[in-house]
């Protein structure tokens, strides 16, 4: 692994250094103790002891990091933070009539970002929840076929950007990945024009 940067041992050598002590710094400040979930990581921190305690639908996000290979999604610190993140404790988890998931300050209070439920169901190892992730994306695309950048949580009709590549790509992902891990959910009879 080292001496993969380039054949360079050096700058090899160096990027370990800095990602250890990077590593290091986010367990001994990003880590904190929420009442009710446990250990979990913060959102935001500072050099003087601040934090903010919240996830956003964009990757990176902390939802996300099992898709990035920042931290297995059986870890007891993302599961804790996963937990946080899709409940009423992140200020940005919007649950509504056409959809639950995670928005962001860009797009607007009550915007959820189809990223977000596509996120979910990339780093979920449960069917069920899997299930219900790609039954939402199904039914918030507003008759478009396409996935939008957020939809309002009780009306999918109301959308952000007709056509948003990013959620449109990762989308194939998430499709790709069921078809892989739980390929009879793609042939039931809900899903099987996805």
């Known amino acids: 692994m080292v001496s993969a940067?380039?054949?360079d041992n050096t700058l090899a050598s160096g990027c370990r250094a800095l990602a250890d002590e990077i590593a290091k710094a986010l367990q001994q400040y990003a880590v904190l103790t929420h009442p009710q979930f446990g250990k979990v990581y913060a959102y935001e921190i500072n050099g003087y002891g601040s934090y903010n305690l919240m996830d956003d639908a964009n990757v990176p996000s902390l939802l996300s990091l099992p898709?990035?290979?920042?931290?297995?999604?059986k870890a007891a610190l993302?599961?804790?933070t996963r937990?946080?993140?899709?409940?009423?404790?992140?200020?940005f988890y919007f649950k509504g009539k056409a959809g639950e998931g995670i928005g962001g300050p860009h797009a607007g209070m009550d915007m959820i970002w189809p990223l977000s439920i596509i996120m979910r169901g990339l780093t979920s190892n449960d069917?069920?929840?899997?299930?219900?992730?790609?039954?939402m994306l199904q039914q918030s695309n507003a008759g478009t076929g396409f996935?939008?950048?957020?939809?309002?949580?009780n009306d999918a009709t109301q959308f952000t950007r007709k056509w948003f590549a990013w959620a449109n790509t990762l989308f194939g992902e998430l499709v790709i990945h069921v078809a892989t891990i739980f390929p009879e959910l793609l042939?039931?009879?809900n899903f099987s024009k996805l």
Do not use: D, Q, W
Not at 67 to 73: E, H, K, Q, S, W
Not at 83 to 91: A, E, M, Q, T, Y
Not at 147 to 153: A, D, L, R
């Open 67 to 73: 898709y990035l290979g920042a931290i297995n999604n």
């Open 187 to 189: 042939k039931e009879k």
């Open 147 to 153: 996935m939008h950048e957020s939809f309002h949580k």
């Open 78 to 80: 993302y599961e804790n």
């Open 83 to 91: 937990k946080f993140v899709l409940s009423s404790n992140n200020p």
């Open 5 to 7: 940067i380039h054949k």
């Open 127 to 135: 069917k069920n929840e899997i299930k219900k992730c790609l039954h």
